[in-house]
């Protein structure tokens, strides 16, 4: 169960990136809109929900994020993701993620996300960099939602029993941006 819980984290962590990267880019051939620069906050809008291909599963309690937006118009936008309350049979800690999200659907994982389990047995779970799909946005009121039916998520696991390399992980939540100050997010 160590094992399961710590690989979900990691892929989770992955996952809910990609929801609020997505956040700040289009997706299909369109442009992320804003009405002006500035900072943009994330936090997730429903249970984020990593499932292994082994029938494991773990839940964040919160995600949140940040990101920046420089240009009125763009195709991608960076995010870093920091999530807590990450649970799978026990408590883990996971590293912040940062991913850069495309206009085309997809998000790149730019940086090794570790998931751990606090007071473990040694193992980690690591995602290295790469590219995840099926990224879906919606304008909202007051910014964007990002909704992550992540498939074909890969993982390696290192150290006491936490297994190895694991490419059938799923990731499914969604994300809301919004630029702070009041100004407009918008998908076209």
Known sequence: MQRITIMGLTMLATFAIVCVGAVSVSASGSEFIASTTGKVKDKQTNVQVFKLGSGGSVECAEVTGYGEITE???????????????????????????????ANGSAK??????????????????????????????????????????????????GGGCGTTNTEDTYTGSIAAELEGGGKLEWK
Do not use: D
């Open 109 to 158: 994982l730019e940086k090794t996300v570790t998931v751990v389990a606090e007071g473990g047995a040694g193992c980690e779970v690591v995602l290295e960099p790469q590219t995840l799909e099926k990224v879906a946005y919606s304008n909202t009121s007051s910014g964007i939602t990002a909704t992550a039916k992540v498939k074909n998520v890969h993982s390696k696991g290192t």
């Open 72 to 102: 009125l118009k763009s195709v991608t936008n960076k995010e870093v993701l920091t999530y807590s309350g990450c649970s799978g049979g026990g408590p883990v800690k996971v590293s912040p993620a940062y991913f850069e999200f495309n």
